[in-house]
C-alpha cells in the first residue's frame, strides 16, 4: 500500500494503476485501496497549497483517481435483494469536486441503496425538488471547498422553507467537514468517509440497527 502512495502522490500515472491492478490481483480490500489513494490526494493538496504543485496536476491526480475507481468499482461487494431506501445525493452550488461524492455513491449503492446522484455545484432548489419527486428521506451534501459551507447552509434552509426539513434527514461531507461545519449548516449528521455515509444512511433509514446513540451527529 505504500508503494501506491508513493505513486499517487507523485502523480505517476501508470505506476498508480499498475499497482492498483496488482493489488486487488492479490486480493487487497478496495475500501483500503480507496483510503489509500484519498490520504495521497490530501497530500497532493497540501502540495498544491504549498505552491509545490499548479491545478495542472490535480486536474492529473483527478484523472488518475478516476481511472483507478474504473478498476476498484467492480471488486466492491453488491449487496442483492430488495432495495434498502433511497438518497438524494450532490455536491453543493459553487463546488465542482465530485470524486469523493461519487466514492460516496458507489458505496451505497453496493448497499443496495437508490442513489439519485445530482453530480456536482447542484443548486439548492434542486435537492429540493429531487426530493419531492423521489420522496427520499435522506441528503446527502458534500462540500470540498470551505466557501461552499454557505450554500450547503442555503441548502438545508432551503428544505426548511419549503417545509420538508422534518421529514429529511440531512447528512453532510467532504475532506473538510467537521462537526463545527454540521453546527453552522444545521445539518443533522456528518461523516468523514464513504464507509461512514453508509453506516449513517443505515442508522437513519433502521433505527432499530441502533447505529448513533440519541442525539449524536458522528460515529
Ligand atoms: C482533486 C482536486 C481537485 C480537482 C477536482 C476533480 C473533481 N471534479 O472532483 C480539480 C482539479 C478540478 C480541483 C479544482 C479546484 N480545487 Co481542488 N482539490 C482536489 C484535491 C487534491 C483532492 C480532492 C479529492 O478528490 N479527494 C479524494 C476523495 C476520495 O476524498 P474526499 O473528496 O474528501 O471524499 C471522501 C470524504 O470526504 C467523504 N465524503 C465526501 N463527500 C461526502 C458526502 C457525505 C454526505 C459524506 C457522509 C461523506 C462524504 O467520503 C469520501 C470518500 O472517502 C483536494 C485536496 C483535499 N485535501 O481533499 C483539493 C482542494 C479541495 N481543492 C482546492 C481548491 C482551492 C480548488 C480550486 C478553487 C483551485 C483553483 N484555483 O481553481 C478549484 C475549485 C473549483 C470549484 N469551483 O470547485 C482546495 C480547497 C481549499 C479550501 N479551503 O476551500 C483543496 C483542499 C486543495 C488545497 N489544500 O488547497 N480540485
Same mark, same amino acid.
Given at each position: ?34 483510503e489509500a489513494l484519498r490520504g495521497a490526494m490530501a497530500t497532493i493538496g ?38 434498502k431506501g433511497e438518497i438524494v445525493l450532490g455536491t453543493v452550488e459553487g ?28 443548486? *439548492? ?9 423521489? #420522496? +427520499?428521506?435522506?441528503? @446527502?451534501?458534500? !462540500?470540498?471547498?470551505? $466557501? ?26 467532504? *475532506? ?9 449548516? #444545521? +445539518?443533522?449528521?456528518? @461523516?468523514?468517509? !464513504?464507509?461512514?455515509? $453508509? ?19 458522528h460515529f
Amino acid at each position: 500500500m505504500e508503494r501506491l502512495v508513493q505513486f499517487m502522490t507523485n502523480i505517476q500515472e501508470q505506476d498508480t494503476l499498475g499497482e492498483v491492478g496488482r493489488l486487488l490481483a492479490g486480493g487487497a480490500d478496495p475500501l483500503d485501496l480507496i483510503e489509500a489513494l484519498r490520504g495521497a490526494m490530501a497530500t497532493i493538496g497540501d502540495r498544491f497549497e504549498r505552491k509545490e504543485y499548479y491545478l495542472s496536476e490535480l486536474i492529473m491526480a483527478a484523472e488518475i483517481f478516476n481511472q483507478a475507481t474504473v478498476l476498484i468499482d467492480p471488486h466492491l461487494e453488491t449487496a442483492s435483494g430488495e432495495k434498502k431506501g433511497e438518497i438524494v445525493l450532490g455536491t453543493v452550488e459553487g463546488d465542482i469536486h465530485y470524486i469523493g461524492k461519487n466514492i460516496v455513491a458507489s458505496l451505497l449503492r453496493c448497499e443496495g441503496y437508490e442513489v439519485h446522484d445530482l453530480g456536482e455545484d447542484v443548486k *439548492a432548489d434542486r435537492f429540493v425538488e429531487k426530493v419531492k419527486e423521489t #420522496g +427520499a428521506r435522506i441528503v @446527502g451534501l458534500s !462540500a470540498l471547498l470551505t $466557501v461552499a459551507f454557505e450554500t450547503m447552509k442555503e441548502t438545508v434552509d432551503r428544505f426548511k422553507k419549503a417545509g420538508l426539513r422534518e421529514g429529511v434527514t440531512i447528512i453532510i461531507g467532504g *475532506a473538510p467537514v467537521d462537526g463545527s461545519v454540521l453546527e453552522y449548516c #444545521g +445539518a443533522d449528521a456528518w @461523516g468523514k468517509d !464513504a464507509g461512514e455515509a $453508509v453506516r449513517l444512511v443505515s442508522s437513519y433509514l433502521d433505527r432499530s440497527k441502533g447505529g448513533l446513540a440519541d442525539g449524536a451527529d458522528h460515529f
